[in-house]
């Protein structure tokens, strides 16, 4: 199914919590995703896909402010 990124292409490296990496190998097991990386990069190649809008709303900015507060990126 979907494999990393080819060795020749240029990557970068992207932290996330163990506990979503945790969450991401079991989601995969069984699935023909080899590694998180290559979930990871299928997920956000969709996502790219998508056709983009205007920007967040207001209702959109004051959940992610909310979320990341929660998760301690912001005070």
Do not use: W
């Not at 163990?18 to 989601?27: P, S, T």
């Not at 299928?42 to 402010?65: K, W, Y």
């Amino acid at each position: 199914m979907a494999n990393a990124p080819p060795p020749d292409e240029r990557t970068v490296v992207v932290r996330l919590p163990e506990e979503i990496a945790r969450g991401v190998e079991a989601r995969i097991r069984g699935t023909g995703f080899e590694s998180v990386d290559a979930f990871v990069t299928f997920v956000l190649a969709r996502l790219l896909e998508e056709p983009t809008h205007d920007g967040f709303s207001e209702e959109d900015e004051r959940r992610l402010r909310e979320r990341l507060r929660a998760l301690g990126y912001i005070d």
